[in-house]
């Protein structure tokens, strides 16, 4: 019988690994491999009936019924999947006959597996913190596994705290307290050291949970304990460039916790300029260094550039301030931090700037995401969602045509779903899809419902340029794109006009919000603040070459700044 098994089991590995050979073959070779997949997962399913404790059958149907997630075999029960999954990673060791255990490999590659099926397939966050944390308590790990595992579940864990709901105890002995919404986080910072005491990742990570749980002091020991253990690596094995980015890494880190704990500046610099002692000799022979690390290495070195750059702002050494964004970007010309920067300082040093670049954009709302609605909408007053929405209802009143006639919608720069909700609960019966660059925002906009207890973007979510996602829909087959303070990220919207005129149907509508810029040309430019501002004549101008024209223009006020109100206007295109 155990031999018969065995047979069986090898049968199931064949037909899973002539599916994976056969992927890139020709449609009828294709369709040849799928029959044998489904083949093959009855034979796995017939075993599993007959033993339903054979780990290594229950592997097998697992990688086979994986293999199938996303393709046009609607039979597939993504929890069934993860369930498997979990009976290898997790077996019940009083059903399964010891010899047939797996080895922990196999375990932790089937928990992380669950956990990223739950994270990207199902959205589930919770339950990809519950495997992955499952996952990283197995004994027997390899290092690099280990830490794969630990750096993709502690962004989730940090995310999923409450700053205002945590409380931070420290016992007499010195051991750091946390109620249930941060223990868990601690706990496996704690785990991973013991296991990995030299890394310096771990303490990177804890520095992060103390600033979320608003704690700078803890933060700035953490990262600093980092930073120590960052510098004994790279000094450990001289030459390492990987260990090289890492110190620089770990540097800008210790650097802005110390200003947050209330370091001087001078205490601040101190951990940029080692860092910057240390890339110098590298910057110079970088076409020694490997393809892939070169380019984090110039990553890291331009952003150390930036933030000397922000602490000589902020001492008030203006000419050293520019000099260290100039320097960042002779490495990048395109790197939106410095081109920001500069444009902070002096407007004239960036009048040829067109577009900032999209991982700019992509990293600032990152950032942003855990806090986006609370500071914009209640302390700077943001109401871009709103104005777009009624321009919308306002605009369709305008032409005589009701609210239903319009039933697919586009929003571009979704963030966290201000406006798609408005859209969402007002028109439940539009098709509404979704796209922005950030995919933490896009995190927050997969949780977002309608006032109906619905999802708001019931036709997708896409991550990415807005330009290129509408490049990628059908022809005439939007009635409506908006974009609430979304061109103030762009500048240059033409692109963007060009790909909705061909996704926009017959009488399609943009409808999008702008910051005011008015000058003699009739352009648009960089602003102080980081944003483009666009002029009256810069749209009309642009839409007209685009296939639009200009249905209505409304200035209005987007939402305040350094107690000031942001001007700018609301705008609707009208496809001609």
Request: hydrophobic fraction near 40%; proline fraction near 2%; charged fraction near 25%.
């Amino acid at each position: 019988m155990f031999i018969r098994r065995l047979v069986v089991y090898y049968c199931c590995w064949v037909f899973f690994y002539t599916c994976a050979s056969s992927a890139s073959s020709t449609h009828s070779s294709n369709n040849s491999s799928n029959t044998k997949v489904l083949e093959a997962i009855k034979i796995c399913r017939d075993k599993l009936n007959e033993d339903p404790h054979f780990v290594k059958i229950q592997h097998s149907l697992a990688q086979l019924l994986d293999s199938q997630i996303g393709s046009d075999n609607d039979d597939v029960d993504v929890n069934e999947v993860i369930q498997l999954y979990l009976s290898v990673g997790k077996p019940s060791s009083h059903n399964v006959i010891r010899k047939r255990l797996p080895p922990s490999k196999v375990k932790f590659e089937s928990l992380t597996r669950a956990a990223t099926i739950a994270k990207e397939v199902l959205h589930d966050n919770q339950a990809s913190i519950r495997y992955y944390i499952m996952a990283i308590h197995l004994d027997g790990v390899e290092e690099a596994s280990l830490l794969m595992a630990f750096e993709t579940v502690m962004p989730l864990l940090i995310n999923n705290i409450n700053p205002h709901k945590t409380e931070i105890i420290i016992s007499a002995d010195g051991t750091i307290i946390s109620d249930v919404n941060g223990s868990s986080c601690l706990d496996i910072c704690n785990l991973v050291e013991t296991k990995l005491p030299a890394i310096s990742m771990v303490d990177e990570y804890r520095g992060a949970l103390f600033r979320r749980l608003k704690q700078p002091q803890l933060a700035y020991e953490s990262y600093h304990k980092a930073y120590i253990k960052s510098k004994q690596q790279m000094e450990s094995d001289i030459g390492n460039i990987d260990l090289v980015n890492g110190f620089l890494h770990t540097s800008i880190l210790v650097a802005a916790a110390s200003r947050e704990a209330g370091r001087d500046l001078e205490h601040q610099i101190q951990y940029l300029n080692e860092a910057e002692q240390v890339a110098k000799p590298l910057l110079k022979n970088i076409d020694d260094i490997d393809e892939q690390s070169q380019d984090v290495f110039r990553d890291g070195i331009v952003d150390l550039y930036n933030n000397l750059g922000i602490a000589e702002k902020k001492q008030g050494s203006i000419k050293r301030a520019q000099e260290y964004f100039r320097r960042a970007l002779e490495i990048n010309p395109n790197d939106g931090h410095a081109t920001v920067q500069l444009s902070s300082i002096d407007e004239s040093s960036t009048d040829n700037v067109k577009r900032l670049d999209n991982e700019y954009v992509s990293s600032l709302f990152d950032g942003y995401s855990s806090r986006f609605e609370s500071e914009l909408v209640d302390i700077l007053h943001y109401k871009g969602h709103s104005l777009v929405y009624n321009a919308l209802v306002s605009a369709l009143k305008q032409l005589g045509r009701s609210l239903s006639s319009v039933k697919k919608v586009v929003d571009c720069g979704c963030g966290t779903g201000l406006l798609g909700e408005l859209i969402a609960s007002n028109m439940s019966w539009v098709e509404l899809s979704g796209v922005d660059l950030s995919h933490r925002m896009i995190a927050v906009s997969y949780e977002r419902k309608s006032i109906y207890g619905r999802e708001v973007y019931n036709a997708g979510l896409g991550k990415g340029d807005a330009a290129f996602y509408l490049s990628s829909l059908e022809k005439e087959s939007i009635d409506c794109i908006l974009a609430s303070d979304v061109f103030i990220y762009v500048g240059d919207i033409s692109a963007l006009l060009h790909e909705s005129f061909k996704c926009l149907a017959r009488r399609g509508l943009i409808v999008f919000t702008v910051e005011s810029y008015d000058d003699e040309e009739g352009e648009f430019r960089l602003l102080k603040s980081g944003r483009f501002g666009h002029s009256k004549q810069y749209i009309e101008q642009v839409a007209k070459l685009n296939g639009f024209e200009v249905l209505t223009w409304e200035d209005c006020i987007l939402r305040q700044q350094g107690g000031q109100d942001v001007k700018g206007a609301t705008v609707v295109l009208k496809k001609i």
